[in-house]
């Protein structure tokens, strides 16, 4: 930055733990869990987000002239693309293909989180253009580093824009969320469905609990270290069927119990005095973003009832705007949970190699778009209030 009792200075910290919890957070807001210096100080202290598992720590921090800190980055050296809901393996390929190295790379992230929320986390008292000098930083880092490309994954579309006004190139992706519309009640929800659809989720409500199973709703003081070894069972035992390894371990949701219980809510599903099944969400201010499942044993429907309905119910009751199911699932569409667009920003140093990426995210956006309206197309609301 230019020299000037004005000037701020950006700082690269190896660790979320180098920064002043207090002052993070306040740049961070409160809206989003996932960005709390708890959260992300419980994947670098349980060794989840590391140099050894390819998330270095590499976080930015935006210091006013007076050493406070003004705007942060959570920000991370990458050697693979794995965690991330993001897809470039395929540039990756291309890349290595013509003879370049693809990794390292550096990541604007949520580890192993595909939420959106604010990437360029602004202090409410930051002057104008922080958010400008925040991506200046990115950029000089990559070129001090000789990293291919910076990729900030899943912002807000206000972080997007921005990021496109600066010349990064801009993708688009979706994933399923579910509004509240003022519902005072899951029936006032189904009301607002099709005759169709609405029997078709009071059918599958009904044969959950004709099964005899119980749920319980957990959170704050309700949540005990038994619940954390059964729910981390059922995490690794789904994470060994669909990915090979898991990327989270007990540490970190001993750490998450301890520090953010009541940002948790944990659905537990019992049957027969055994734990069957849980659902792991986390509480934002208004939103209700749903993260992991697992099941050793197989119920009809259940996973429909802990992972979609209950947290239909949790949002009605608590009077929350919207639940985030998380990426993919097209099976969503009909039980409430629309199609909704996601955003990510892509910096990359070979100008051959952006001139390609470039041209395919515009064809993608395209598609994108066009996939969004047609899966509209199969929304369970009636015609009047889709």
Same mark, same amino acid.
């Given at each position: ?50 140099? %050894? ?6 976080? =930015? /921090? +935006?210091?006013?002239?007076?050493? $406070?800190?003004?705007? &942060?980055? @959570? ?57 400008? %000098? ?6 000089? =880092? /990559? +070129?001090?580093?000789?990293?291919? $490309?910076?990729?900030? &994954?899943? @912002? ?231």
């Amino acid at each position: 930055m230019p020299d000037g009792k004005d000037t701020v200075t950006v700082k690269v910290m190896p660790g979320i733990g180098a920064i002043d919890a207090a002052a993070w957070d306040a740049c961070a807001g409160e809206e989003n869990p996932f960005l709390s210096h708890a959260f992300l100080k419980a994947l670098e202290d349980s060794g989840s987000c590391r140099a %050894a598992t390819g998330w270095q720590p590499q976080h =930015l /921090a +935006l210091e006013a002239p007076d050493g $406070s800190i003004i705007g &942060t980055v @959570p920000l991370y050296l990458k050697s693979h693309s794995s965690g991330e809901y993001v897809f470039d393996h395929a540039w990756a390929n291309a890349y290595e293909r013509a003879g370049g190295s693809y990794y390292p790379k550096l990541q604007a992230a949520v580890p192993f989180t595909p939420v959106t929320g604010p990437r360029l986390l602004l202090h409410p008292s930051a002057p104008e253009g922080a958010a400008q %000098a925040l991506i200046a930083a990115l950029e000089q =880092l /990559a +070129l001090r580093h000789q990293v291919s $490309s910076v990729h900030v &994954t899943f @912002p807000t579309e206000a972080d997007w824009e921005t990021l496109g006004e600066a010349g990064w190139l801009q993708r688009i992706g979706q994933q399923y969320h579910w509004e509240n519309r003022g519902y005072g009640s899951f029936d006032d929800f189904l009301g607002d469905l099709n005759s169709r659809k609405r029997k078709s989720i009071r059918k599958e409500r009904r044969e959950v609990a004709e099964t005899g199973v119980k749920i319980h709703t957990l959170t704050g003081d309700d949540l005990r270290q038994e619940h954390w070894d059964v729910f981390y069972k059922f995490y690794m035992d789904t994470s060994d069927r669909k990915w090979g390894s898991a990327y989270l371990n007990r540490k970190f949701f001993r750490l998450l119990g301890e520090t953010m219980a009541d940002r948790v809510v944990l659905i537990l599903v019992e049957d027969d005095g055994e734990w069957v099944a849980g659902a792991l969400n986390l509480l934002g201010a208004d939103t209700l973003y749903g993260r992991n499942w697992g099941c050793n044993a197989t119920y009809k429907h259940l996973h429909f009832e802990a992972c979609y309905y209950r947290a239909i119910d949790f949002a009605i009751e608590r009077g929350l705007s919207r639940v985030e199911a998380g990426a993919q699932g097209q099976h969503k569409i009909q039980r409430g949970y629309l199609p909704t667009p996601t955003y990510s920003a892509h910096w990359i140093r070979d100008p051959g190699f952006r001139s390609a990426v470039e041209d395919y995210l515009k064809r993608e956006r395209v598609a994108v778009a066009q996939d969004i309206d047609a899966l509209m197309d199969d929304s369970p609301f009636r015609q009047e209030n889709g």
